[in-house]
């Protein structure tokens, strides 16, 4: 794997996610045991509007030859990924949904890739 084919991967999961936030709001949210009312949808529209942006850098960051510009891209993702883990980490404590793991497994796996990837292997 090189490093634009993570950023397209990352890019597509990521639409994908932002596209199913809005087409079935509830459908991610409920995974983890949430269920959100209709007049609650916004949130799950301001989460797609975050994996939308998140998408689009991903894509565009398949276009930038600027190693400090791709090492920020990275960094970004790396901290998006990994805080967001946390907080799920601490949502699960307070008794939210055992199913919260296997996304905070997902999101250190995606930081462990952008790690080797993006760090390690084009120093």
Request: charged content about 10%; cysteine-free.
């Amino acid at each position: 794997m090189t490093l634009n084919r993570l950023f397209i991967f990352h890019a597509l999961v990521t639409l994908a996610a932002g596209i199913a936030l809005v087409v079935v709001p509830n459908a991610i949210p409920s995974t983890v045991g949430v269920k959100l009312d209709e007049g609650q949808f916004i949130i799950a529209y301001l989460l797609a509007g975050a994996e939308f942006g998140v998408a689009y850098l991903s894509f565009v960051a398949t276009r930038i030859s600027d190693h400090g510009a791709r090492r920020a891209i990275v960094l970004s993702f790396i901290v998006f990924h990994m805080t967001t883990a946390i907080l799920e980490v601490y949502a699960n404590l307070q008794g939210l949904s055992p199913l919260i793991w296997a996304n905070v497994a997902l999101r250190v796996l995606i930081s462990a890739l952008f790690t080797h990837f993006g760090l390690r292997q084009s120093k």
